[in-house]
């Protein structure tokens, strides 16, 4: 037995020697651990919770994950607060599938669920991005009462505002009762992670708290700097930095100043946020913050120029980030001269290419469209992760090379890195472009096998790119192509889109017209009317596929329910579908 372990084990001991040495912070040793761990089942203490709770977490800090299951079970009983503890030891320890496989086993044990159980299962399916299951552990914490649980309650804010679903993450907000300072910023953080016309709600929801007497903290102004900086909201980003001020919240804080100058450079106050960074102690954070944002909103150029201001005249140290934003300027400038003086200043330099900068390289060398050079940078990278197989995935698709994207996706999960949601994203939206039904469906049964169909994005990609196939081989007359794309639609997707309907149905028509036979228009017509009943363009978009068939009772029928229902087109508009939208032209 090791040292470090023969000083905490000895033989006729009871349990409190052991516990002044377990603990994550003494766990830097699996085999002494497992000599430790050894040496209490020897004393016959194995089935002691609290010992055993310990171990467990020495286990999972260390990513023994296959021990650390042992050794719950070991000690497994039906005493809630020792299951819950060992999820909240177990997610921290970043296995939040393991929490789920524990949450499970409550539930069939009947053990029950108490408000931590509830609240780090949902944390693990955010981590996760399991829309469905997550809605369905909402429906537990519903039956139980427990969604209006702070805790509950924020990791459903959580949930739903990960997964871009704000109008369930307010809902979710509104049911949490008692709200603190934290529930408040939780909903504020998930509206400044989504980037859309509901992110106005974080200033409402502030204004709110403040009517509670709650105070805003540092947390709080960050992430209300974030939404004003999306937004383009000067006045309401001033009135954060006035607040901040009259209060002395983050005086001297590093990480509020440096939302403050990519605020106001979101802005485009760019003159505001120079005066700012000026003020303020002069660190790598502070410029990053102010290069990121001169990058985002087009200022290359500028992002160049403060670059060298920030080496030469004050003298600030570069890190990584830095070096990351620079050469992104250079992608959005096209500037693979630029980039490539970057990348020989780097080598000059002997500063090593980590995954985040070579793949900021990567990106800026597909831009300017010098794919070999970019595959070339990304073979020569001794770790890679999923964020680097996701840009050179795209920049495959981006040049039209499906083939090798394809290729690159088998790579990545030969060499074990997991795709992410944005993997998958890519390679649908690339199809769709591209309208190629073939490789559409082989990504759709890929995003099936692997869990990914339960995003609500992929879904929707997944719609999107069927619509683009419908359109393509409409076009072209194929009505068996047509026939096959409303098989995959009706009997796989998850929900039925009414803009992918409406698709098949206008592309049915069209075979139609040419080929002689609208069955095909007229069922997915039926189905249409099922969830499309006051839409006065599907209406005349059906009526019309019954009249190709001759069967004029039927067509006047739907346009004669739709005169009583009171739908009518106003003159001169007519109804056109694409792949993207349907837009009333007038």
Same mark, same amino acid.
Request: charge should be neutral.
């Given at each position: 037995?090791?040292?470090?372990?023969?000083?905490?084990?000895?033989?006729?001991?009871?349990?409190?020697?052991?516990?002044?040495?377990?603990?994550?912070?003494?766990?830097?040793?699996?085999?002494?651990?497992?000599?430790?761990?050894?040496?209490?089942?020897?004393?016959?203490?194995?089935?002691?919770?609290?010992?055993?709770?310990?171990?467990?977490?020495?286990?999972?800090?260390?990513?023994?994950?296959?021990?650390?299951?042992?050794?719950?079970?070991?000690?497994?009983?039906?005493?809630?607060?020792?299951?819950?503890?060992?999820?909240?030891?177990?997610?921290?320890?970043?296995?939040?599938?393991?929490?789920?496989?524990?949450?499970?086993?409550?539930?069939?044990?009947?053990?029950?669920?108490?408000?931590?159980?509830?609240?780090?299962?949902?944390?693990?399916?955010?981590?996760?991005?399991?829309?469905?299951?997550?809605?369905?552990?909402?429906?537990?914490?519903?039956?139980?009462?427990?969604?209006?649980?702070?805790?509950?309650?924020?990791?459903?804010?959580?949930?739903?505002?990960?997964?871009?679903?704000?109008?369930?993450?307010?809902?979710?907000?509104?049911?949490?009762?008692?709200?603190?300072?934290?529930?408040?910023?939780?909903?504020?953080?998930?509206?400044?992670?989504?980037?859309?016309?509901?992110?106005?709600?974080?200033?409402?929801?502030?204004?709110?708290?403040?009517?509670?007497?709650?105070?805003?903290?540092?947390?709080?102004?960050?992430?209300?700097?974030?939404?004003?900086?999306?937004?383009?909201?000067?006045?309401?980003?001033?009135?954060?930095?006035?607040?901040?001020?009259?209060?002395?919240?983050?005086?001297?804080?590093?990480?509020?100043?440096?939302?403050?100058?990519?605020?106001?450079?979101?802005?485009?106050?760019?003159?505001?946020?120079?005066?700012?960074?000026?003020?303020?102690?002069?660190?790598?954070?502070?410029?990053?913050?102010?290069?990121?944002?001169?990058?985002?909103?087009?200022?290359?150029?500028?992002?160049?120029?403060?670059?060298?201001?920030?080496?030469?005249?004050?003298?600030?140290?570069?890190?990584?980030?830095?070096?990351?934003?620079?050469?992104?300027?250079?992608?959005?400038?096209?500037?693979?001269?630029?980039?490539?003086?970057?990348?020989?200043?780097?080598?000059?330099?002997?500063?090593?290419?980590?995954?985040?900068?070579?793949?900021?390289?990567?990106?800026?060398?597909?831009?300017?469209?010098?794919?070999?050079?970019?595959?070339?940078?990304?073979?020569?990278?001794?770790?890679?992760?999923?964020?680097?197989?996701?840009?050179?995935?795209?920049?495959?698709?981006?040049?039209?090379?499906?083939?090798?994207?394809?290729?690159?996706?088998?790579?990545?999960?030969?060499?074990?890195?997991?795709?992410?949601?944005?993997?998958?994203?890519?390679?649908?939206?690339?199809?769709?472009?591209?309208?190629?039904?073939?490789?559409?469906?082989? #990504? &759709?049964? +890929?995003?099936? =096998?692997?869990?990914?169909?339960? @995003?609500?994005?992929?879904? *929707?990609?997944? %719609?999107?790119? $069927?619509?683009?196939?419908?359109?393509?081989?409409?076009?072209?007359?194929?009505?068996?192509?047509?026939?096959? #794309? &409303?098989? +995959?639609?009706? =009997?796989?997707?998850?929900?039925? @889109?009414?803009?992918?309907? *409406?698709?098949? %149905?206008?592309? $049915?028509?069209?075979?139609?017209?040419?080929?002689?036979?609208?069955?095909?228009?007229?069922?997915?017509?039926?189905?249409?009317?099922?969830?499309?009943?006051?839409?006065?363009?599907?209406?005349?978009?059906?009526?019309?596929?019954?009249?190709?068939?001759?069967?004029?009772?039927?067509?006047?029928?739907?346009?004669?329910?739709?005169?009583?229902?009171?739908?009518?087109?106003?003159?001169?508009?007519?109804?056109?579908?694409?792949?993207?939208?349907?837009?009333?032209?007038?």
């Amino acid at each position: 037995m090791s040292a470090g372990a023969s000083s905490c084990a000895h033989p006729g001991l009871g349990v409190g020697p052991f516990h002044s040495h377990l603990g994550p912070q003494n766990c830097s040793d699996v085999r002494s651990l497992k000599e430790l761990h050894a040496h209490v089942l020897t004393l016959g203490l194995g089935r002691d919770v609290v010992l055993g709770s310990e171990i467990l977490i020495c286990y999972a800090s260390l990513g023994v994950l296959p021990k650390t299951r042992l050794c719950f079970q070991g000690f497994l009983n039906d005493d809630i607060s020792h299951w819950s503890s060992a999820m909240v030891d177990i997610f921290r320890a970043g296995y939040p599938d393991e929490v789920i496989l524990l949450y499970r086993g409550l539930k069939l044990r009947q053990i029950g669920l108490d408000e931590k159980t509830v609240t780090f299962g949902l944390k693990s399916y955010t981590e996760l991005r399991n829309f469905l299951s997550g809605k369905g552990m909402h429906v537990d914490s519903l039956k139980l009462g427990l969604s209006r649980d702070k805790f509950v309650g924020c990791s459903l804010v959580g949930l739903y505002s990960k997964l871009a679903r704000m109008d369930e993450s307010q809902k979710a907000f509104e049911e949490i009762l008692d709200k603190d300072i934290v529930s408040y910023t939780s909903m504020i953080t998930g509206y400044s992670e989504n980037v859309d016309s509901t992110s106005w709600n974080a200033f409402e929801i502030a204004s709110d708290m403040l009517r509670s007497n709650l105070e805003a903290n540092r947390v709080t102004l960050v992430s209300l700097l974030q939404v004003s900086g999306n937004l383009g909201a000067i006045r309401e980003g001033k009135s954060i930095h006035c607040y901040s001020i009259r209060r002395e919240i983050g005086v001297s804080d590093e990480v509020l100043e440096t939302s403050l100058v990519h605020m106001y450079t979101r802005c485009g106050a760019y003159q505001l946020a120079s005066a700012v960074l000026k003020n303020l102690k002069q660190s790598v954070a502070s410029w990053n913050a102010m290069l990121a944002g001169l990058t985002q909103t087009g200022q290359s150029r500028n992002a160049i120029h403060y670059f060298s201001d920030m080496l030469h005249e004050h003298k600030v140290i570069p890190d990584s980030v830095t070096y990351a934003n620079v050469i992104s300027a250079c992608a959005e400038l096209h500037n693979s001269g630029l980039a490539a003086s970057v990348h020989a200043y780097l080598i000059r330099r002997s500063i090593p290419l980590d995954v985040v900068l070579a793949t900021a390289l990567i990106e800026v060398y597909l831009k300017c469209t010098r794919v070999m050079r970019s595959r070339h940078l990304f073979d020569q990278l001794m770790v890679k992760d999923v964020v680097s197989y996701n840009t050179m995935i795209y920049g495959y698709l981006q040049s039209g090379m499906a083939n090798e994207a394809i290729a690159l996706l088998k790579e990545m999960m030969a060499e074990c890195i997991a795709p992410n949601f944005v993997t998958v994203l890519s390679l649908l939206a690339s199809i769709a472009d591209h309208k190629d039904f073939v490789r559409g469906r082989w #990504i &759709h049964g +890929f995003a099936i =096998r692997h869990g990914f169909y339960s @995003d609500v994005d992929i879904a *929707n990609q997944i %719609i999107h790119m $069927y619509s683009g196939c419908v359109h393509a081989f409409s076009e072209l007359g194929h009505l068996k192509g047509v026939k096959q #794309i &409303h098989c +995959f639609v009706y =009997r796989t997707l998850l929900e039925k @889109d009414t803009k992918t309907t *409406n698709s098949l %149905i206008t592309a $049915y028509a069209k075979c139609g017209r040419t080929h002689g036979n609208t069955m095909l228009g007229q069922i997915i017509g039926d189905e249409l009317l099922e969830f499309e009943q006051q839409n006065p363009g599907t209406c005349a978009l059906v009526s019309d596929v019954f009249a190709q068939k001759g069967q004029w009772t039927k067509s006047a029928n739907i346009r004669n329910r739709a005169k009583e229902s009171g739908l009518r087109k106003l003159p001169g508009s007519s109804l056109i579908e694409s792949v993207e939208e349907a837009n009333n032209l007038r």
